[in-house]
């Protein structure tokens, strides 16, 4: 990817990169599902996630412009980050703008020539007490520059149990010849674009069309460590039976996000 194309004109080949990433805790009773909900606000609220997008926004090449958000009552918020092709000189001032969480969040960034995305969605039911936290990212580029720089980064600001990425090119460009490209830089698969250390802590599997450039990776956690997601709860206060349950609640939990069924 660092070799560059001589092309002719500009290279109008728009490349999105979108993942789903959910995060899965145990939570026993209704009170702890809602504190569970108020703790993910607190983790990862509009500060936060502004933070992440201008991180990406610097990783893909392009600069924040101004950042533009609202909080609202009782609760859900929206930023908006306007970009420019141009440096500016107080691009980390504004990307430490205040917030306050919500149990729903939006994030854009707007860029001149791409966009930032991201949205959360804590969710529980009254009747279960597996809670999942979901978080919806689109980041959509132009030209050469290329979301999958963002992978590792993206992947290692969540706390990710299921992940399922989607990417692909669409448009075409042109060479100096005149010959229509439809893709810029090899690619076979989105795991070549993550780390091996990350790769390892998770069974993957990809779906590609590769005639319309289209890839497609989920992947989903190998080992649980109980400990980790129990939310206000320690192992040791739960009988040897319960915990073998619960581990047995989480992991189906998991097998149902990442097949996309219901288990019965």
Known sequence: MNDKLKLYGFNNLTKTLSFNIYDICYAKSAREQQDYIKYIDEQYNSDRLTKILCDVTEMI??????????????????????????????????????????????????????????HTYPEFHPDNEITTFRVDIDVSTCGQTTPLKSLDYLIGSFDSDIITIDYRVRGFTRDEQGKKLFIDHDITS???????????????????????????TKMMIKEIFLQNYLFNTDTYELAPKRRLEINDALRREMIEIFSGMNIY
């Open 190 to 216: 989105i795991q070549d674009y993550i780390a091996s250390d990350t790769l390892e802590r998770y069974d993957a599997v990809d779906v590609n069309v590769y005639q319309s450039n289209i890839f497609h």
């Open 61 to 118: 090449g392009a600069h924040v412009l101004n950042i533009s958000k609202q909080d609202y009552d009782p609760q859900g918020a929206s930023v908006t980050i306007l970009v420019s092709d141009k440096d500016i000189e107080d691009i980390d001032e504004s990307c430490n703008m205040g917030a306050v969480s919500v149990e729903k969040q939006s994030i854009a960034g707007h860029l001149d020539k791409s966009h930032l995305t991201v």
